[in-house]
């Protein structure tokens, strides 16, 4: 895991100065009158996207550390309790880049069908990865529909008049 660790600082550096970069070119653009083209919009969520890139991997970065090497004292935020929360991550700047992406398609394309059978495929896509954002990590309990969960292992209290790890349905 230190190998994981050190690689992704490394990249996460890299993805920093070419964050870095991308804003002096976009900054040049603009003074060179780029402020009037919409593409100069495009150009800026590239450049907000490469930075949110580059948090993320920091994030993981420090998740998988503490996960398989030892605790950091950080945010609650920023704190990993499994895979599958770096996976959401992960997931999270996904829907950004491919959402940003349908944004440059739709302001650069000429063609109108493929242009909507791209923004389509992109919006079907987002869907997905949002659904499975949405999906419960492994072992946390999936609350029946109008019921909250509470007992052992949910945070809530035990039921009144019944011991902790006890459950009161005897299921």
Known sequence: MVVAVAGLTVTMSATFVWAVAKTIRLIATLLDGGWRSDTSMVDLLEVIETYLL?????????????????????PSWMR?????????????????????????????SERPLDTLAYTGSVAVLIAALTLFRLKPSRGEPVPSAGVAASGPGTGSPPAPGCPAGVDPDGS
């Open 54 to 74: 580059a948090i993320v991997q920091l994030i993981v970065a420090i998740g998988l550390y503490e996960l398989f090497i030892a605790a950091l004292d950080v």
């Open 80 to 108: 990993a309790r499994s895979l599958d929360d770096l996976k959401k991550s992960i997931v999270d700047i996904l829907i950004v880049f491919i959402g940003i992406k349908g944004v440059e398609r739709l302001l650069s």
